[in-house]
Structure formats: C-alpha cells, structure tokens
C-alpha cells in the first residue's frame, strides 16, 4: 500500500489528523488504566459517527486479540505489558486508520512477545489495509517484518532502501549505530 509520504502533519491539528486516518500508538502504551478494555476501545471510536461500524470493527479487534475478548470488563492497568499493548494498538484501530504509526512497540516486552507484536502488525496491515509506520530499535527483527526501511541518525533520514536489502547488507550502513 502507498502512503502520501508528502503529507505533513507535524504541525497538524491532532483531530485533524486523525480525520486524515492517522492513527498513533504511542511509546509506552498510552491507555487509560482505570477504564476496562471496551471502554478504552469505545473511545478509540469517539470520531466515528456510524455507531454499527465501531460495533463491528470493535468486533474485529476482538477476534484479532482474544485475550482482550476474554478480559473485556477488566480494567487495563491491571494487565500485562503485553496485554496493554494490545490495548493501544485496538484503541488505534479503532479510529479506522489508513495509516498507523507505532513508536517503540516492544519496549518493556518479554522477546517472545515483541514477534508477537510486530506479527500482528503484519496481520493490521494484510487484514484492514492499513499501512504501517514502525519506529523501532530492534533493528533486526523490524527489518524482517518491514517492506521498506528508513535509517535514521539524529532525526535526519540517512538511509532509504527495500528492507531486505538493509538486512543482508547491513555491514554497510551498520557502523552508524
């Protein structure tokens, strides 16, 4: 899928840019840890007007995190690490977005789930369409997942190329971390 990489949003109204279908999972989660699961999900929806379609697409996030289904009245900052985040990334689907932007996801998370997370991001991007902004430091393991990559060195873009290409060749460009 291809992003509008011309789109500039760094000094956008926030409503703005979620109206744009962009949707943000910030570092360190941002949930709100007394509210339960759906009640952090509803209001991921609080720009949508069609109340049968937040139904559905809370519906969707679910089945794509059934722990969360099974732990819908729970209030979230009674959960895990893990189980947050999962939290966060549904309250971003549920806006809806064409394009997600996730900062940091792994950070805190036992290894076996960061492939977990970045799997499911995958599983976003193949199931809803949406496009994936990934700011990771676990180099390898973003690359594995990613179709494109950029490398960055103090917030300038250094290094543009297929990720792939990054992964085998990353004598290359690696002396710059």
Do not use: C
């Not at 990613?146 to 290409?165: D, N, Q, W």
């Amino acid at each position: 899928m291809l992003v509008n990489m011309h789109l500039d949003v760094s000094n956008g109204d926030p409503s703005a840019n979620v109206r744009k279908g962009i949707a943000l999972v910030p570092q360190g989660r941002g949930v709100f840890p007394d509210l339960t699961v759906i009640e952090n999900l509803a209001l991921g929806a609080y720009t949508q007007s069609d109340r049968a379609a937040a139904r559905t697409r809370m519906n969707d996030i679910l089945e794509l995190f059934p722990v969360l289904a099974e732990r819908r009245a729970q209030q979230v900052g009674t959960m895990s690490g893990g189980q947050q985040q999962m939290v966060a990334v549904g309250t971003a689907l549920m806006q809806q977005p064409r394009l997600m932007m996730m900062d940091e996801p792994s950070i805190g998370l036992a290894p076996v789930l960061v492939q977990r997370v970045l799997d499911t991001a995958l599983a976003i991007n193949r199931r809803f369409g949406t496009a994936i902004v990934l700011v990771e430091q676990n180099i390898k393991t973003a690359l594995r997942m990613a179709s494109r990559a950029y490398v960055m060195k103090s917030g300038r873009i250094v290094l543009e190329r297929p990720a792939a290409e990054l992964l085998e060749a990353k004598d290359s460009w690696w002396e710059l971390y």
